[in-house]
């Protein structure tokens, strides 16, 4: 299994994936069903999670009921227990919408969602986050997950998202950071996937975000808090939800 979502990953575009992957989640639930752990954003009971990566593949990862990850997971449970996201209905825009998550968020939010992405068939307008077809100050909410590494002028894009958050608005920013790099590795010159993955990690990675991360975010204009959010949660509750520690980079204006 591991090495077939190696190699799914790696070689199918990532549309097509995101177009079909939810085909297969019917029999995956029936193949992982048991009592091991709990998906918190779809409900779901397994024995274990699907293994995911793109190089080294992480054991108990993907939820098979709704294709969460352990970032998605995390972040479920900060917006369940420390924002009012699910109460007030946030005029909420959604960059590159994970599958997990749409379903709920629309049900929550109605036309106060809206997702965009350039490529995703998930999404609902077509958009390139460094041109965001939106005026100043529209949006409450601005969620962008695992986006920037991908994009070629991530500082214009957080600009842009920072444009059209109102201020008083918050956000959420994850990207994958790599905390053994003071700052950020990009090399405009690599353009090879083979390249890209040696030196970003993965083949469609443009840059390797080192500890700086946040103060890009900051330089483009957002108050930025890195939360630990595993610290509120008890070591039984992070083995129950398939969880790991990834910092969860909450944004201001």
């Not at 992982?32 to 954003?41: H, I, S």
């Not at 960059?95 to 350039?118: H, K, M, N, Q, W």
């Not at 920037?148 to 842009?160: N, T």
């Amino acid at each position: 299994m591991k090495r077939l979502i190696r190699f799914v990953l790696n070689r199918v575009p990532r549309s097509t994936i995101q177009r079909v992957a939810h085909l297969a989640t019917p029999v995956m639930r029936l193949l992982y069903a048991g009592r091991g752990v709990e998906c918190p954003v779809c409900g779901g009971r397994y024995r274990r999670m699907m293994p995911y990566g793109y190089g080294p593949v992480r054991s108990n990862a993907l939820c098979p009921g709704c294709l969460s990850l352990e970032r998605h997971r995390l972040l479920w449970l900060w917006l369940i227990g420390q924002s009012d996201f699910f109460v007030s209905a946030p005029h909420t825009l959604h960059v590159a919408p994970e599958r997990c998550f749409i379903g709920r968020f629309e049900r929550a939010l109605g036309e106060s969602y809206v997702t965009a992405d350039l490529e995703s068939p998930l999404a609902r307008v077509r958009m390139d986050v460094q041109a965001i077809p939106f005026p100043d100050e529209t949006f409450d909410v601005v969620i962008c997950n695992h986006i920037l590494e991908h994009v070629e002028d991530d500082r214009l894009a957080m600009r842009e998202m920072h444009r059209v958050m109102r201020t008083g608005g918050w956000g959420v920013m994850l990207s994958p950071v790599n905390p053994e790099r003071a700052t950020t590795h990009e090399d405009a010159s690599i353009t090879t996937p083979e390249g890209r993955s040696a030196a970003f990690g993965q083949h469609d990675h443009l840059r390797d975000y080192g500890r700086d991360y946040p103060d890009r975010l900051r330089e483009a204009g957002f108050r930025v808090k890195e939360i630990d959010y595993c610290d509120a949660l008890t070591t039984e509750q992070i083995a129950r939800f398939a969880l790991r520690r990834e910092t969860l980079y909450i944004v201001e204006k």
